[in-house]
């Protein structure tokens, strides 16, 4: 049929053409921005999955960022660590030259030097956060990302809990010293290392404290007394009591400081008991009607109330023997005659008679190891025969505490080591996650690439054949409009 109403093969070239033009739009599109999937409706099953592998990606690249963060901190921490363990031989170097009893020098200055190194210890230890309860003495964790659930996407470092942490507490050096030991009075409870603590204000009215020493000086038992006084309206401080009485008492080989329980006690290898008395009920520097006897040297304790009588000493030691004959009462034995006595023999031997702590009997002391025997009961010595000698403590002898010191440091090396271990494997963990989300980030990539990404050949020979047919669809729709022109051929 013939008709020029309705141009059939017109709107077939036409629609034809729209569709040409679009698909020319289409791959001019893919080719200018590099995607297939360009909008939703290009693709959107395709669009969807892409998008997941698109977040996934932006997820990894931020975890490997957060492992790369986490790697120099703890390369940080592991620096710290480092010179902690350097310093910790510092230590071990400093105790074990204070350790051994030929050491002529003055342990207090050893101790100044030890005590400075284990506040830096400390102090370093909270800079790289892992002193007791610091921001990194916890359970650390990582985000990755890439795992097929949270646990899976994040690493985990245990720093946490007192066997992770480094400072001095921790290490078990706070209370460690390499400073010679001390005798500490019975019963005292004040310590003096409270900050900011004064002694002897006696609540502004001032007052005073003495130290009376039965001791041994030029081989004769002897008695001293220290004395610290505070004017009123003045009060002394920790480090002026320890001051004065070092300066009173250096003339008789002893030596004051304060323990690591905060209390005053007493040093040397000087025969020794010590009683305290004072004046102020506020502020005293130790508890009266408290004493002691030097328990930094070999002694044996005479009967607690002396008692004349006739009797037979007999001590010994690797110097030698010493035998004392005293005389009874009838005989003119005292109590200070008979120590004077005893010294006069026993002190070729190094071993010396000073009176007890309560002043009625007799202590007897060495700085070496001696045996001690006596013929008769209740007189110098409680019982007859041999008696008990008790050994240094550990803590009291000049060496006990830098031995102590030895031990602490090593254990304190062993923890450092074991969290020097927790690190570097959480070095090596966090690199590992690092490597893998690298590995999952090009993957991934490929996968939305395949997806997402266009086939430049692919859209290059669309976009020929696009436009070949464009140029066909014009064409053929020129054709077509004028066909109806034919008509007028039937009408003239």
């Known amino acids: 049929m013939i008709t020029f109403q309705t141009n059939y093969a017109a709107m077939v070239a036409e629609n034809n053409l729209n569709t040409n033009n679009n698909f020319q739009t289409q791959t001019v599109e893919a080719l200018t921005s590099g995607y297939r999937i360009n909008n939703s409706g290009d693709d959107p099953a395709g669009l969807a999955v892409a998008n997941q592998y698109r977040d996934q990606v932006a997820q990894l690249t931020q975890g490997v960022q957060n492992g790369n963060s986490g790697v120099s901190t703890l390369q940080i921490i592991d620096g710290g660590l480092n010179n902690i363990s350097t310093m910790l031989d510092r230590l071990q170097t400093l105790a074990t030259e204070s350790a051994t009893t030929t050491f002529t020098g003055d342990r207090n200055n050893i101790n100044v030097e030890y005590q400075q190194l284990v506040s830096q210890i400390s102090q370093q230890a909270s800079n790289i956060g892992l002193n007791t309860g610091g921001t990194f003495n916890v359970q650390n964790q990582v985000f990755i990302g890439g795992g097929n659930s949270l646990t899976n996407s994040q690493v985990e470092i245990d720093l946490s809990g007192p066997a992770n942490s480094v400072d001095a507490t921790a290490l078990g050096l706070a209370n460690t010293t390499v400073a010679a030991g001390g005798t500490e009075l019975t019963g005292n409870t004040v310590r003096l290392d409270a900050p900011g603590a004064t002694f002897l204000g006696n609540a502004g009215l001032g007052a005073s404290q003495t130290f009376t020493f039965n001791l041994i000086s030029n081989n004769a038992a002897t008695n001293f007394t220290a004395t610290l006084t505070a004017a009123a309206g003045t009060s002394l401080t920790e480090a002026q009591v320890v001051s004065s009485l070092d300066s009173q008492l250096a003339p008789y080989g002893i030596t004051a400081q304060v323990g690591a329980d905060g209390q005053i006690q007493f040093g040397g290898g000087t025969p020794f008991t010590v009683n305290t008395a004072t004046n102020d009920l506020v502020d005293p520097i130790a508890t009266t009607a408290t004493g002691a006897t030097n328990v930094g040297v070999y002694n044996a304790a005479g009967a607690p109330v002396w008692a004349a009588q006739a009797e037979t000493l007999t001590f010994q030691n690797g110097q030698g023997t010493a035998t004392v004959n ?22 070729a031997i190094g071993v010396y008679a000073v009176l007890n ?105 669309n976009l020929t054949k696009s436009q070949v047919l464009q140029q066909a669809s014009v064409a053929a729709m020129a054709q077509a409009n004028s066909s109806p022109q034919a008509i007028l051929k039937l009408l003239q």
């Open 357 to 461: 702590t309560a002043g009625t009997g007799i202590s007897f002391q060495s700085a070496n190891s001696f045996t001690a025997s006596t013929n008769v009961a209740a007189g110098a010595f409680t019982a007859a025969g041999a008696q008990t000698v008790t050994a240094p403590s550990a803590t009291a002898s000049s060496t006990g505490n830098a031995l102590a010191a030895v031990t602490a440091i090593q254990t304190a090396l062993n923890q450092l080591g074991t969290v020097q271990a927790a690190v570097g494997a959480g070095e090596n963990k966090l690199q590992y996650a690092i490597d893998l989300a690298n590995s999952q980030i090009t993957n991934v990539s490929s996968a939305e690439s395949d997806i997402r990404d266009a086939d430049v050949a692919t859209e290059a020979a």
């Open 326 to 347: 005293l005389p009874n009462a009838a005989g003119g034995g005292t109590l200070s005659s008979d120590i004077a006595t005893i010294n006069a023999q026993t002190s």
